[in-house]
C-alpha cells in the first residue's frame, strides 16, 4: 500500500466510524450501543495505523527524481490538488 493509500483508507475509516454512532435506520439500527462504540473506536484505531503509514511514507525521501516525481503527484491527487509538472 502506498503512503496516498494509507491516507485515503485512513479518512474512508474515519468517516465509516462517524456512520457508527449516526446508525438510527438499516441494518446497523438493531446494534446496542455498546456494540456500536465498539466498532467506532475499532474503526478510529484502524484508521490511526494508517494515517502513522501515511506519514511515513509522506517523510520517506524518494531514491530518483521519477520517483519522487510519482510522489509527488500521487500526493497531489488524494489531496484533491491539481498536479502540474514543472517541465
Known sequence: ???????????RLTDQAV???????GWKAHLSSEERIA???ADLAE???HAALALA?????PATRTQLLAELKA?????ATKHTDPE
Request: aromatic content about 8%; overall charge negative; cysteine-free.
Open 57 to 61: 511514507a509522506a517523510t520517506a525521501i
Open 1 to 11: 500500500m502506498t503512503g496516498p493509500e494509507h491516507y485515503r483508507e485512513a479518512e
Open 19 to 25: 456512520s457508527w454512532m449516526n446508525a438510527d435506520t
Open 39 to 41: 466498532h467506532r473506536m
Open 75 to 79: 500526493w497531489s491527487e488524494v489531496a
Open 47 to 49: 484508521a490511526q495505523v
